[in-house]
């Protein structure tokens, strides 16, 4: 199997495209952990998305309610079952709680390139966690 290399945040993973599909390894760094997204989490995502000013540039409804948060994690899910994303909620080990999210995704094999994108909340940027 053909094997690519990604790094996030000091840690590598190497992603085939069979475990790209419905595996989603934990990451662990310094500080955070990037854990497999889950429904289960979506309580705890929504107390760091509550302030509105985090999502000014946001296109879609702002997932400050946890119906929204509900279905921005069920798509991120649903891309990850169709293989175009690895989703991540993003656990502060010194907090003990998952303050954000993030994705791998736009794999390209040919390129060995992934894309990191979608980090929330935003307000972490000064604790150098995003």
Known sequence: MEQDLAVI???TIIMTRASALNRTP????????LVPLSLEQVEALCRHSADPSLWT??????????TVMRREVEAALA?????????FAIYHRGRS???????LWNYDAKHR???IGEVDPVRWTADRLN
């Open 79 to 87: 891309s990850r079952d169709a293989g175009s994303r690895i989703p």
């Open 57 to 66: 540039w946001w296109i879609r409804e702002p997932p400050i309610e946890a």
């Open 26 to 33: 934990q990451l662990d760094g310094p500080q955070v952990s």
């Open 9 to 11: 945040a000091g840690a």
């Open 97 to 103: 709680e998952h303050i954000g999210s993030t994705s």
């Open 113 to 115: 390139s992934i894309e």
